[in-house]
């Protein structure tokens, strides 16, 4: 049996102004083919909802023509779609082919041979997690198109990861290298295995839930004080004490996995206090390394330097934050 990527369209793989249709409006997201490039061994699908067509706003003719353009150009790319599945329908008609409902899935496994349990929706709206739930598939949700404006609404329905662009997902779908992330049970002998080596051990904290580039600053330049760079995440349930309830985004497994995925990042734990001196009280690093708003002074300095290590301050890029990403 197959697996395959189910793609929105409008907002997920092309910009939405909306009801777009004309060819001349054309234009990718930025990280799409770079995005889908990574996702080798999959078949691809677009699965839209089309309602422009039954509100009269442009013909099924034209969506047609807007679909030959965007797939050309994925093709140009060595990305080929199987097939488009389209509903021209408005809400009120109560069809059974819109997003959410499982018809196009559910269509596409029987004539492909799919295993649903590894296939993966990727949209930009709570419908396309929805939809992805009513097929017993997995979900991506995209902050590009309408993501933000809906974020609130996707977040009741549970997507299993929120990524900032294409790039993003598909490093979520990829991801394989469990070994990465240690239990705190298992962290002792980690370190003692590590400190026989002699081999200088750096840590970083943080919530690191949507991934831009001022966390992989922050971590290359961790990482480049050291051999061995231990990453220390707040659970989900430090995150809402430090942050409030909205937050975060993404569960503590899935913020792991993406951090795991960088290969300048050796290990990851998770720990469940609101500071993570516990944690350094076990890893006793030779640095830690801390952002500039924090500064030497962090409240991790005391601890750190008690067991023979350093503070190292990294200035942060300005305007990266998963609070600018998410408030759009």
Known sequence: MKKAIFLDRDGTLNVDSGYVYKVEDFLLHDGVIEGLQKLKGFLFFIVTNQSGIGRGFYSEEDMHKFNSRLILELKKNDIEISQVYFCPHIPSDSCNCRKPSSKYILDAKEKFDLNLSLCWVIGDHACDVNFAKNS???????????????????????????????TQAADFINFKDYNKIISRDKLTGLINEIKKTKKRIVTLNGTFDILHNGHEKILLEARAQGDVLIVGLNSDSSVKSNKGPKRPLNNEFARAKMLARYNFVDYVTIFNEKTPIDLLEIIKPDIHVNGSEYGENCIEAETVIKNGGKIHVVNLLSGYSTTSLISG
């Open 136 to 166: 017993g598939c997995n979900s991506v949700y995209l902050l590009t198109g309408h993501g933000v404006k809906h974020l609130e609404e996707a977040k009741l329905v549970c997507p299993d990861y929120v990524a900032a662009d294409m």
